[in-house]
């Protein structure tokens, strides 16, 4: 029945910080659409926030979030990336198993608390 993800909606305090995070640490692209809410685009596929002060709408809380996103550049590339700009690991890299199989996962919070893991996949690993 599902094919794949097209969007996750993560409750964000401060969009336009949020945003300037989200693209410093991981490059993605910020638009803004629809009265007000933001998105970061990543390959094909977006997060999503609704205005500040309007989160009720999408019965979510902030910071409750735990978002799992996939690089190509490997795991010690990607932490070394993170640390460079200034990002707390809180666990990783480990071991762990994704939606297509063994992957190794470096996790840390966004601005808003969010738990957010990027990770490669063994099979594109060197």
Same mark, same amino acid.
């Given at each position: 029945?599902?094919?794949? /993800?097209? $969007?996750?909606?993560? %409750?964000?305090?401060? =969009?336009?910080?949020?945003? &300037?995070?989200?693209?410093?640490?991981?490059?993605?692209?910020?638009?803004?659409?629809?009265?007000?809410?933001? &998105? /970061? $685009?990543?390959?094909?596929?977006?997060?999503? %926030?609704? *205005?500040?002060? !309007?989160?009720?709408?999408?019965?979510?809380? =902030?910071?409750?979030?735990?978002?799992?996103? =996939?690089?190509?550049?490997?795991?010690?590339?990607?932490?070394? $990336?993170?640390?460079?700009?200034?990002?707390? =690991?809180?666990?990783? *890299?480990? !071991?762990?198993?994704?939606?297509?199989? *063994?992957?190794?996962?470096? #996790?840390?919070?966004?601005?808003?608390?969010?738990?957010?893991?990027?990770? %490669? #996949?063994?099979?594109?690993?060197?």
């Amino acid at each position: 029945m599902i094919e794949s /993800l097209d $969007h996750i909606v993560l %409750s964000m305090r401060d =969009i336009d910080a949020a945003a &300037a995070f989200y693209a410093r640490v991981l490059g993605v692209r910020s638009e803004t659409f629809g009265g007000g809410r933001a &998105a /970061l $685009h990543f390959g094909n596929r977006k997060v999503t %926030s609704p *205005p500040p002060g !309007r989160e009720i709408c999408s019965h979510a809380c =902030i910071g409750a979030g735990d978002l799992c996103l =996939i690089t190509r550049l490997g795991s010690d590339r990607a932490v070394q $990336h993170l640390l460079d700009e200034g990002v707390e =690991i809180i666990e990783g *890299p480990v !071991r762990k198993t994704g939606a297509l199989g *063994p992957i190794s996962s470096a #996790c840390f919070n966004d601005p808003d608390g969010n738990l957010i893991e990027v990770a %490669s #996949c063994e099979r594109d690993m060197p």
